[in-house]
């Protein structure tokens, strides 16, 4: 159970967050600093509800957004490449 | 065609007089129907692992299927970072899946490379290739 991947894209397991999470006493958005979850490739799309979740079960205190720097998932991840105007990524 | 590949589905009937598409997988060559995705043409030919962790080696494949984990990025014509569950196939397509990158700030700061000669000389003198683990 505690080997459960959370963060699929930094690999990060629940036994990670659950250890910096008793370890460190940390908000969300510091287990992220912390063990790079949600830092990954997706833009913590897929993993950041899963480590909100953790986090308020081991806290009893929901995710705020009176954190600075507070998270803001892309829409859709994009390279610069595509921003630079080349469909193909090149 | 595929030893996954289901012909005569229940529901939707057989697959019937659908164009085959070939393509490569890290230089294999492979065979799809037009309209499969990469990964459900490689799915069909029995490929689950389409790339590894780029730090720990471990395999990745299909995840979310719908374009919004990222788990089966693959490189397509060298062009880097495509969703193998978003990517319909096309004749003569290029796949490479990905590999593990170097990691040389894994070790302890006394063993890290003291320039970038020292660097190359232990990835065996490839410029961004090897895995230093």
């Known amino acids: 159970m505690k080997e459960t ?3 699929r894209c930094e690999e990060v397991s629940l036994e990670d967050i659950v250890n ?6 940390c908000s969300a958005r510091e287990i992220k600093l912390r063990t790079r979850a949600g830092m990954g490739y997706c833009g913590g799309r897929t993993c950041r509800p899963a480590v909100n979740a953790v986090l308020e079960d081991l806290t009893g205190e929901k995710a705020g957004h009176n954190v600075p720097l507070k998270v803001q998932p892309p829409v ?9 105007g080349n469909r193909n990524g090149h | 065609m595929g030893i996954n590949r289901i012909l005569n589905h229940p529901v939707l009937g057989p697959v019937e007089n659908k164009k085959r598409i070939t393509f490569t997988f890290d230089g294999q060559t492979f065979e799809g ?13 029995g490929i689950r692992t389409l790339r590894v962790h780029e730090e720990t080696g471990a395999p990745r ?11 089966c990025r693959v490189t397509v014509n060298e062009a880097d970072i495509v969703r193998a569950c978003m990517t319909p196939i ?18 302890p ?13 232990r990835n065996n003198n490839q410029k961004d290739g090897g895995t230093n683990a």
């Not at chain 1, 859709?76 to 630079?84: A, E, K, M, N, Y």
């Not at chain 2, 129907?33 to 030919?45: K, M």
């Not at chain 2, 700061?109 to 003291?114: G, I, T």
């Open chain 2, 109 to 121: 700061p006394e063993e890290w490379p003291r320039t970038y000669t020292e660097y190359e000389e």
């Open chain 2, 33 to 45: 129907f037009e309209g499969d995705t990469i990964a459900s043409a490689l799915l069909a030919n």
């Open chain 1, 76 to 84: 859709r991840p994009v390279t610069l490449s595509v921003l630079g």
């Open chain 1, 5 to 7: 991947i959370i963060c």
């Open chain 1, 20 to 25: 910096t999470a008793n370890t460190h006493n």
């Open chain 2, 61 to 71: 494949a299909i995840y979310c299927n719908i374009g919004h984990c990222f788990e």
């Open chain 2, 90 to 107: 096309q004749e003569s397509m290029a796949i490479e899946s990905g590999k593990v990158q170097p990691a040389p700030f894994n070790t």
